[in-house]
């Protein structure tokens, strides 16, 4: 099992919408959990992180961690086409000097 | 302004050739990373630091050297021992301290022909 899996394919949502996005993750233990944005072509930028069960919003994004199903998901409400973007969900690795694993990241189109 | 600078944006070696790629902060964070990111891969990491003069290997460190001999500034070379070393190169740097997200900068994009 990968450390962070992000499976689900390109997501196309229409204009207002909301995309979400759902990220798993294999050590139980893992306590810090990041979203990162990444526009073609740029580097990541991060938007939001979460480290208790529960939702967290800001603005229009919204994390969702659930520790004991072990999934961490990225809703964004409202989409806009500058919402269109790769989206990389990291995980703070338990033992492993504070470094991230990352997702390989699901790729979201935004349609006007 | 505080950030994280990456130079050159984008580098064009010859095969056999190593390269320095350029990473600077000025965040005072403790902690720098470098990353690959391949056409539809996840970020990987190539070695990391978390204080000055020290640094660790990450999960795909051969082929590449770092160095930290000031806080700001965390370089990596690609040795002509790297045998794909074509990729887009992120560094990151993160405070260390009590919070762990990372930040980035706007990445190198190496070519080796």
């Known amino acids: 099992q990968k450390e962070v899996e992000q499976n689900s394919g390109p997501l196309s949502v229409p204009e207002g919408a909301i995309a979400s996005l759902n990220c798993t993750y294999s050590d139980r233990g893992s306590q810090s959990f990041f979203w990162y944005r990444q526009y073609s072509g740029k580097s990541p930028e991060l938007i939001m992180f979460?480290?208790?069960?529960g939702d967290k919003e800001d603005g229009r994004f919204t994390a969702q961690l659930n520790k004991a199903s072990q999934y961490v998901s990225l809703l964004i409400r409202d989409s806009q086409p500058s919402d269109s973007a790769t989206y990389l969900c990291?995980?703070?690795?338990?033992?492993?000097?504070?470094?991230?694993?990352f997702g390989k990241g699901n790729q979201v189109v935004v349609i006007p | 302004d505080g950030g994280i600078t990456q130079s050159p944006k984008y580098l064009f070696r010859k095969e056999g050739q190593n390269v320095t790629l350029s990473c600077e902060q000025n965040?005072?964070?403790?902690?720098m990373y470098w990353y690959r990111q391949d056409p539809g891969q996840g970020l990987r990491l190539i070695y990391y630091s978390q204080i000055v003069n020290d640094f660790q290997k990450g999960d795909i460190a051969e082929g590449y050297s770092v160095s930290r001999e000031k806080k700001e500034s965390f370089p990596l070379t690609v040795t002509s021992a790297q045998k794909n070393p074509t990729a887009f190169y992120l560094c990151?740097?993160?405070?260390?301290?009590?919070?762990?997200?990372?930040?980035f900068g706007p990445g190198t994009r190496l070519t080796v022909t």
């Open positions: 965040l005072n964070h403790d902690a």
């Open positions: 990291a995980v703070r690795r338990i033992y492993g000097n504070n470094r991230l694993a």
């Open positions: 979460i480290y208790s069960n």
């Open positions: 990151a740097s993160s405070s260390g301290r009590q919070t762990y997200e990372q930040y």
